[in-house]
């Protein structure tokens, strides 16, 4: 009975996200299809941890990371039936301008709402980390190696942001995520310059 008491409190969910968060972390570091069923699973924790520390556009990111699993499982999984689709690649250049006039309106929206219609206590971060990880969610379901530095980022970020408010277990996750972030993207670079020699063969 403790044990379960323990698993519904605040520091019991934040150690349940952390297994599930460093789960996926793995996978994602791998470039393993799996990792998107576990990204159905990790946004239900959160979205209660980051309600009950009033982070609501972060909670909101996970009611979307939720379903941007599903849409990343169904692209991967539909790659996998392609031999010349799905492959880990560059941000095509001709995005750039498009994605930069979304993350400022994305940006701008959300911190309009935090501020005139929450007691946020971190709009304008919130905000920054929520969008960047909007972006970068679709960067990783179509295996752009850009992604990586986007959650370099924001895991920085978010580490301050949620030391500020004490979620220390929450801190250790994204501090881990943010040293595999550079592994991550140093990991995907080699794929992809093995994906290109093998093309060329």
């Known amino acids: 009975m403790e044990i379960l008491q323990f698993l ?12 599930i968060g460093l789960l996926y972390l793995l996978l994602e570091y791998k470039a393993n ?12 924790v959160y979205i209660i941890i980051f309600y009950q520390n ?3 556009a972060d ?6 990371y939720l379903f941007a699993s599903i849409y990343g ?3 991967w999984a539909k790659s996998l039936e392609k031999t010349d689709q799905g492959l880990i690649s560059h941000l095509p250049k001709k ?15 959300i911190a309009f709402l935090l501020i005139n219609f929450t007691d946020s206590e971190v709009p304008y971060g919130d905000s920054f980390t929520t969008t960047l990880s909007i972006l970068a969610m679709w ?11 986007l959650w370099i980022v924001v895991n920085a970020v978010t580490a301050v942001l949620y030391h500020n408010k004490e979620l220390n277990i929450t801190v250790i996750l994204f501090i881990v995520n943010f040293f595999v972030s550079i592994l991550g993207y140093v990991k995907w ?4 310059l093995e994906q290109e020699q093998q093309q060329a063969v």
């Open 95 to 109: 995005y750039i301008v498009g994605l930069s006039a979304i993350f400022v309106a994305i940006f701008a929206a």
């Open 54 to 56: 009033k982070f609501y």
């Open 33 to 44: 299809i799996w990792l998107w069923p576990v990204g159905v699973i990790m946004p239900i």
């Open 189 to 192: 670079k080699k794929m992809m």
């Open 8 to 19: 519904i409190s605040d520091k019991g969910l934040e150690l349940i996200g952390l297994i």
């Open 59 to 64: 909670m909101t990111f996970n009611v979307y």
């Open 139 to 149: 960067m990783l379901a179509h295996k752009y190696i850009e992604q990586w530095l």
């Open 73 to 75: 499982w169904y692209i």
